[in-house]
């Protein structure tokens, strides 16, 4: 199995600059296919020119469900197997144009509708910690090219927590920008409401190059005051496997000696709220957004309908997925509905972020997965505190609601389990405040590696 070296950007800097871009370049791609046996890529570039920019030359890795124009766009899913779009999405496009180099599409959970990356179509995403454990996902393959070392940068998507979940489990920084900020369409779509690209790094300094380039928005000087986050334990802090609570106090003990202030808060009612809304909001607007997004493809697959699709999906929990999709059970009445609890969701962050009368609060912070990765295979339960729960819901428990709201988060690395698995915590914001909430993460990650 490949070692777990990753770099960033500077690093690759440092190398293009004693020898050449071509030559990183190269090397990136030969490093993407030694780490097959990861199952981390679905194509791999034959070869790659480098760019012209403040990313002349380094390497990027591309999730299988964003667009590209040079190499095909399969969702990880049979039906798009063959599906070139010829288009490069917006995050895509932006950094092309500063002079990223693609080298590849990574594996997915299929079509994105999952957390484990284990793709029944074209294989499993293995963990680069421990090759019997889950990647995590839907971005599996994009937290694995960057835990390996393959590429400094990857994007993926996230539409409830599948930027940041394998960030998780990988041992990396996985960004969730506001709903929208980077850009729409050109996308395998789950849902407009939820979806968003976002990036994978070895550090904030790397997702922040990243966010500007894709924005045009650079993040504010660190201000002199200090930091002040909301520690929400009801419902986040609950249930927590032994060595995931026990990094996440260690960690917030050292942001606490560190100067950051820890406000003891509550989200009130955000995972009710969101199991009230949010996977009626991703079936009504995946049965909508997946045929209209084929549509718009020149192959084809522009003729291709949610049934079709449907008909070749290999994964059987995606199957279920798309199944309670198809069947209309998610009314157009009962989407409206969905949308305004929503809403109250998005007041109850906000409420808690910005108290009455009370000091406003710079971030929440929590534990971004429950557990460390599950074993490869476990695609329905797994064990947890001597229980079997839903591996699914139990892994999204804390990044779902956030997602349904379209608030900005990052995960960041905080330690590892005694056999070297990853966890990560998280920090989350209000949507807009993306800027303010990339330099919170950097004043939180100088303190953690302290």
């Known amino acids: 199995m490949p070692s777990v070296q990753p770099s960033g950007v500077d690093q690759v800097r440092e190398l293009i600059s004693s020898s050449s871009a071509e030559a990183v370049v190269a090397a990136s791609l030969q490093r993407a296919r030694d780490v097959a ?46 599906s070139r779009p010829g288009r490069d999405q917006h995050a895509v496009a932006r950094l092309r144009a500063a002079g990223a180099a693609v080298i590849g599409k990574t594996n997915l959970h299929e079509l994105a509708l999952g957390i484990t990356s284990n793709n029944a179509a074209f294989g499993p995403v293995r963990n680069p910690h421990d090759a019997t454990r889950s990647a995590g996902g839907s971005s599996g393959g994009s937290a694995v090219a960057v835990a390996t ?7 993926g998507t996230d539409t409830g927590g599948s930027l940041r979940v394998p960030a998780a489990h990988c041992g990396v920084v996985g960004w969730r920008p506001t709903t929208g900020r980077w850009g729409t369409g050109r996308t395998v779509p789950i849902s407009r409401t939820r979806d968003t690209a976002g990036v994978l790094a070895t550090s904030v300094a790397d997702v922040a190059l990243v966010d500007e380039i894709v924005t045009g928005e650079s993040a504010p000087a660190p201000s002199g005051r200090p930091l002040r986050l909301g520690v929400p334990r009801q419902g986040f802090f609950d249930d927590l496997h032994p060595e995931v609570a026990a990094c996440t106090e260690r960690a917030l003990e050292r942001l606490a000696a560190s100067g950051v202030e820890l406000v003891e808060v509550q989200v009130v009612d955000a995972h009710a709220l969101d199991t009230e809304c949010g996977f009626r909001i991703v079936f009504f607007e995946v049965a909508q957004d997946l045929p209209a997004y084929c549509a718009t493809l020149p192959g084809p697959e522009s003729a291709l309908t949610l049934a079709d ?38 007041a109850a962050y906000a409420a808690a972020l910005r108290p009455a009368g009370a000091e406003r609060l710079d971030a929440l912070v929590y534990p971004t997965v429950p557990l460390p990765a599950p074993p490869l295979g476990d695609d329905d339960t797994t064990e947890l505190n001597g229980q ?61 590696v302290r």
Request: net charge negative; aromatic share 2%; no cysteine.
């Open 388 to 448: 079997q729960v839903p591996v699914f819901l139990t892994t999204i428990r804390n990044t779902g609601p956030g997602s349904t709201a379209g608030m900005p988060a990052i995960s960041l690395p905080a330690g590892t389990t005694h056999t070297g698995l990853p966890i990560g915590i998280s920090l989350e914001s209000l949507p807009g405040e993306d800027a303010a909430l990339l330099a919170s993460a950097r004043r939180v990650e100088a303190a953690l």
């Open 149 to 155: 070392g393959v590429v400094p940068l990857a994007l």
């Open 37 to 82: 046996d990861l199952g981390t890529f679905i194509a791999v570039a034959d070869r790659v020119e480098p760019g012209a920019g403040p990313l002349a030359g380094v390497p990027l890795a591309v999730k299988d469900n964003l667009d590209t124009s040079d190499l095909p766009t399969t969702g990880g899913t049979p039906a798009l197997r063959d």
């Open 309 to 346: 699709v449907l008909a070749q999906v290999a994964s059987p929990d995606v199957r279920g997925a798309l199944e309670a999709a198809a069947s209309g059970v998610v009314t157009e009445e009962v989407h409206a509905q969905a949308m305004a609890t929503r809403d109250r969701l998005r």
